[in-house]
T-cell receptor, first 110, second 115 residues
């Protein structure tokens, strides 16, 4: 059963911020939110993860709502190379496996 | 640059043949995973491997699949008697470190084509 809900597709203009939403209303207290992306048929690429605080790294920012039932991945200045399928995954730690859904296909347009 | 190297990048085999897919993690971590992705479908979990034992496996991982780490470095996925429906991308992954919430890092996969 899917633990997350994401829009099927989104478009974004090059140079603008891309905001990708994810709903995870059944998340439990010890589950983290992870974001990955997949470009063409390459291996999924890790982007960022968090538990309840907002997180930022060199690739993106992760905003998690206070009730933790949803989150948003922000790519601050999208480029054409950010065109990919983005996956939001909730996972309990302890080195459990990641379970992928269908993700959001983000298309960055010039 | 992925931190996991997979070989071969593309494998073509005939139905009924055995194939071995290999994964070479760069650093010596304990948790490894195999996933597959049939063309146009989602990435599916197959099996996780911890400390030289299967930790968890999905319903896809039936008796025709096996995993091992024969030389303490390479991590292999064997498909004993391939079927047409085994054609897919196969991804190996490992945890970044031993922390509780360590994300997985994936290789760029092996494309298996069964004819």
């Amino acid at each position: 059963d899917a633990k997350t809900t994401q829009p099927t597709s989104m478009d974004c203009a090059e140079g603008r911020a891309a905001n990708l939403p994810c709903n995870h209303s059944t998340i439990s207290g010890n589950e983290y939110v992870y974001w990955y992306r997949q470009i063409h048929s390459q291996g999924p690429q890790y982007i960022i993860h968090g538990l309840k605080n907002n997180e930022t790294n060199e690739m993106a920012s992760l905003i998690i709502t206070e009730d933790r039932k949803s989150s948003t991945l922000i790519l601050p200045h999208a480029t054409l190379r950010d065109t990919a399928v983005y996956y939001c995954i909730v996972r309990e730690g302890d080195n459990n496996d990641m379970r992928f859904g269908a993700g959001t296909r983000l298309t960055v347009k010039p | 640059e992925p931190e996991v190297t997979q070989t071969p990048s593309h494998q073509v085999t005939q139905m009924g043949q055995e194939v071995i897919l290999r994964c070479v993690p760069i650093s010596n971590h304990l948790y490894f995973y195999w996933y597959r992705q049939i063309l146009g479908q989602k990435v599916e979990f197959l099996v996780s491997f911890y400390n030289n034992e299967i930790s968890e496996k999905s319903e896809i991982f039936d008796d025709q699949f096996s995993v091992e780490r024969p030389d303490g470095s390479n991590f292999t996925l064997k498909i004993r008697s391939t079927k047409l429906e085994d054609s897919a991308m196969y991804f190996c992954a490992r945890t970044v470190d031993s922390s509780y919430n360590s994300p997985l890092h994936f290789g760029n996969g092996t494309r298996l084509t069964v004819t």
